[in-house]
Structure formats: structure tokens, C-alpha cells
């Protein structure tokens, strides 16, 4: 119980934190309006069932910084891939349809995965079972590139000791 | 000093246009669905994050910057579960893909 | 370990779109009561702000079923709260009215400052607004949801 | 600057349009609205910078919004024929 609680108070610091990088208007009335608004969202977030571990994991934010460079670069190269495929003539693509592993012992973790491949163009996760996602990949590169697993290795890696 | 942000700024607006359009036009050339998401994702992710960039270098004050940032935060979020949505939908409606499906995950 | 909250509906088939919907609604509802009171800052205010209100619980309603979303919202509290908008914002006109103003005449709300009155007055009504739209909309999705194609 | 960033958007969305138009399956046309409506939070985002008024990024934000609700949505109906059912009864 009092995990829950804990909980609850991160999740209202963090929209407090974003209510005010959003509003730009620190006057007492706005503050008020934003603690009560936060009380209310949070209130209604529990009501829905929302707010729980993993609708707001905070303890991937650490890893999360040194992941989201790195998913930058992937998709800056895998944007380049892609557009190269779009404007050549040839039109060189080469689809595939490849299960593969998702090792994230948890579903948040294999979201994650599954979005982390979805959002590199040339990669789109089409469906999420049974500890494995089915991907559609574009071309030849796109195709190897997934099957090394190193961005499974580093969402695992991300998620931790779920 | 403002002249090379002016620069910089000119240069992520150019590339991330020429992006966008390179995205038009996968969406218009590629053959089926799925194929065409990935050219939408191209205009999703990387065209927006250049031209937002432009505009952060552009930006006067620094509410702005973070209502920029916020912009992409949530484009970047959203675009891969609506990218997954389409396919799986239209995966689940029975829309053919032009190949066969294989099994990586036994090695 | 059992204290572990569990999701509200196992909804094994859509685990993407369920926990990012999990991640996105706090801060959709945020954001909608962020434009309800920034209304006299920037583009907002009240009919916004029900709109992204809405949105957001639609969003829930699509992910986790409509049930789901009707117990947690359910429909005899959105027609009250339909109801306490539109009294909101003919109330305030009504009180401008016994003050001795015309029909939402604001600065007659604070009778010796009439700024202040304006600002409760456009408070009130965006308050109203707000609530209506969203409870609105809210029962109109109820209404058509049900509904399908077949 | 921002004028030339307009116009390729701009041509942009007249090219997801025509896959809009074109189809064929129902999906082709959602992915095209998506694409335009990407297109046309960058628009709104360009065009506050354009005119001066970059407080327009609170509506590029909404625009973000009601564009992914809007296409879950609309792939739901396509999907299931319904808003209400989940994917188990459907």
C-alpha cells in the first residue's frame, strides 16, 4: 500500500513539473489552478487505473537518457536508408515478414521494443505475442540490421531487472 | 554568431522539407500498405525532428523552445502506436503482404 | 509481489496500445485543464479544453473498452455534470441580472471592481463551458459507440 | 526560410492527399490522413513562426492530439464496425 501511495505522489510531482514548464504564468492563481488540476488528474488517472508502474515507470528514466540518443542515431540512419530507397529509381526493396524474439521479461519492455522498432523507418512491428514480435521489414539492410538483436539487447538492457 | 544560427537554422529547415516531400512521395510510389508506413514514418520522425530543430534555433524565448520540444516529444510518441495500429489492422483484415512469413526466433 | 496494481482489463491482444495509452492519458488531461485555464493567455479556453478533455476519455473508451470506461466515468454522472455546465454559464448570466446588469454584464459581479467581476465572470462561463462540451461529447460517444455497423 | 519549409509541407500534403483519393484499401486512405495531418501540425508549428506568433504551438499540440485519437479511431471503426467492442468480443 504505502508503494502505492509513493507512487501516486511521483506521478502528481511529475505533472506538477509539467504544468509548470507549460504554463509560463507564475502567478498565485495559475499555481492554484495547476496543484488542483494536477489533484484532479490524478484522482481520475487512479479512478481509470492509469497510474500504476507501468503507465508511469520511473525507475527506466535513468537508462532513458542514455537510451534515447542512441534510438536518435538509429532512426537519423534508418530515415537515410529509406529515403535512399525512395528516391532511387530502381526502387531496390526488398520486404520481409521475420518473427522475432522479444527477451523483455515484461510487457512495458516489450512495448517498448516494439515501438523502438516501429519508429526506425524500414521496420514496423506488426503484432505483439507470446514473447516475439512480428516484423515487417523494408529492405535487405533493414532486414539484417533486426536480426543482429542489438536494440532487443538494449531495451532489455533499458528495462532492467523487471 | 546570429548569422551561422541563421545558417544552421536554414540548414535543418531545408533538409527536414526535402524530407518531408522524399516522405510524399514513398507514401505516393511504394506498392501496399505496409510498405507505404514505412515511407510515413520517414515523415513522422525525421522530417519533423529537422524542421522543429530549425524552428528551436529560431525560437525567441524559451517558452517556446519547450512547447517545440513538447511537439516532438509527442509526434515521436504517437507515431510509432498509430504505425503499429495500421498495420495490425490492416494485417488482421487480411490485406496481403508480397512475401512469406519466416521464423527467426529458434536462433 | 500481489500488491503489484494490476491493469484494469487484461487486454492481451492490444498490449501496445494499452500501456502507452496508460502513459498518454494523465498527461492529455492535464493538458486540457492547462488550455481551460490559460484561456486569457493564449488560443483556449473552455470549448477546447471539453474537447481535449473528451479526447482523452475517448482514447481510454477505445483502448480498454467502452464498459471499462463507463464504469469509471459512468453515464448518470456525465448528465449531471452536463446539466451543472449549462447552470454555470446561465447562472452567471442570471446573477449579472439580479445585480442590476444586462444578461452576463461581468463587471457588475464585483461592484467595485469591475475588472475583477470580468475575470470571475469569464472564469465561471469557461468553467461551464468546459464541463459541458466535455460531458457532452462524452455522451454522445456513449450514445454512438453503442451502435455498431453490423 | 520558414516560406520555403511551408511550401514543401505544403506540397507534401497535396501528395498524401492524392494517396488519400487513390486508396485503395481502406487502410491506404487512413495512413494518408495521418501523414497529412503530421504535415499539418509542422504547418501550424511553421506558419506561427511565419506570421509572428508562436503561441500557435498550443494548437499544432491539440492538432497532434486529435490526429492520433482521431486515426485510432477511425482504424477501430474500420477494424471492428464498432467504437465499443474490444478485441475479444469483436
Known amino acids: 500500500m504505502p508503494h502505492r501511495v509513493l507512487h501516486f505522489t511521483a506521478t502528481a510531482l511529475l505533472l506538477m513539473a509539467t504544468w509548470l514548464i507549460w504554463s509560463g504564468h507564475y502567478v498565485f492563481l495559475i499555481n492554484t489552478y495547476g496543484v488542483l488540476s494536477v489533484i484532479a488528474v490524478v484522482a481520475l488517472g487512479v479512478r481509470l487505473g492509469v497510474v500504476d508502474e507501468e503507465g508511469q515507470p520511473f525507475r527506466l528514466l535513468p537508462r532513458m537518457l542514455l537510451y534515447l540518443p542512441w534510438i536518435t542515431w538509429e532512426i537519423v540512419k534508418a530515415n537515410w536508408d529509406v529515403a535512399k530507397a525512395i528516391v532511387s529509381p530502381g526502387m531496390p526493396i526488398h520486404q520481409r515478414l521475420v518473427r522475432v524474439k522479444a527477451s523483455q521479461k515484461t510487457d512495458l519492455g516489450q512495448v517498448l521494443y516494439a515501438n523502438s522498432i516501429t519508429i526506425t523507418p524500414g521496420t514496423v512491428s506488426l503484432d505483439v505475442r507470446d514473447n516475439t514480435i512480428l516484423v515487417h521489414a523494408l529492405t535487405q539492410g533493414s532486414y539484417e540490421g533486426l536480426l543482429t538483436g542489438e536494440m532487443d539487447k538494449k531495451v532489455a538492457w533499458l528495462e532492467g531487472e523487471g | 554568431m546570429a548569422l551561422a544560427l541563421d545558417i544552421l537554422s536554414w540548414i535543418f529547415l531545408l533538409s527536414g522539407a526535402t524530407f518531408a516531400i ?86 | 509481489m500481489s500488491e503489484e496494481p494490476k491493469a484494469p482489463m487484461k487486454v492481451r491482444e492490444m498490449v501496445v496500445l494499452r500501456v502507452t495509452a496508460k502513459m498518454l492519458i494523465p498527461f492529455i488531461l492535464l493538458y486540457a485543464l492547462y488550455v481551460q485555464f490559460h484561456g486569457d493567455f493564449g488560443p483556449g479556453g473552455g470549448f477546447q479544453a471539453g474537447v481535449i478533455t473528451a479526447a482523452g476519455l475517448i482514447l481510454y473508451g ?89 | 526560410m520558414f516560406l520555403v519549409a511551408t511550401i514543401a509541407v505544403l506540397i507534401t500534403m497535396a501528395l498524401a492527399f492524392v494517396r488519400a483519393a487513390l486508396g485503395p484499401t481502406v487502410f491506404d486512405r487512413v495512413l494518408a490522413v495521418n501523414v497529412f495531418g503530421t504535415q499539418t501540425v509542422l504547418l ?47
Not at chain 4, 492520433?68 to 471503426?77: D, E, M, Q, S, Y
Open chain 3, 62 to 150: 477505445l483502448v480498454f473498452g467502452l464498459d471499462q470506461l463507463k464504469r469509471a466515468v459512468p453515464q448518470r454522472v456525465l448528465e449531471i455534470t452536463l446539466a451543472i455546465g449549462l447552470l454555470m454559464y446561465g447562472g452567471t448570466g442570471w446573477v449579472t441580472l439580479l445585480l442590476g446588469g444586462n444578461f452576463l454584464e461581468y463587471g457588475y459581479l464585483a461592484q467595485h471592481h469591475p475588472v475583477h467581476g470580468q475575470h470571475y465572470g469569464i472564469a465561471m462561463i469557461e468553467g461551464g463551458v468546459g464541463v459541458g462540451v466535455a460531458s457532452g461529447l462524452l455522451v454522445i460517444y456513449y450514445a454512438l459507440a453503442g451502435r455498431g455497423r453490423r
Open chain 2, 22 to 107: 522524399i516522405a510524399g512521395i514513398g507514401v505516393l510510389r511504394f506498392p501496399d500498405v505496409y510498405t507505404r508506413s514505412h515511407a510515413a514514418g520517414l515523415g513522422d520522425t525525421l522530417a519533423t525532428l529537422l524542421v522543429i530543430l530549425g524552428l528551436l534555433l529560431q525560437s525567441p524565448d524559451w517558452m517556446v523552445a519547450v512547447k517545440l520540444i513538447m511537439v516532438l516529444a509527442f509526434v515521436w510518441f504517437t507515431s510509432p502506436i498509430s504505425g503499429h495500429a495500421l498495420v495490425k489492422a490492416a494485417y488482421a483484415h487480411g490485406v496481403k503482404i508480397d512475401c512469406e512469413e519466416e521464423d527467426a526466433v529458434s536462433h
Open chain 4, 44 to 90: 501550424i508549428a511553421v506558419a506561427g513562426f511565419l506570421m509572428g506568433r508562436p503561441q500557435f504551438l498550443d494548437m499544432a499540440l491539440t492538432y497532434a492530439l486529435m490526429n492520433f485519437i482521431g486515426t485510432l479511431a477511425v482504424l477501430k471503426f474500420a477494424r471492428y464496425g464498432s467504437l465499443a467492442d474490444d478485441e475479444k468480443r469483436a
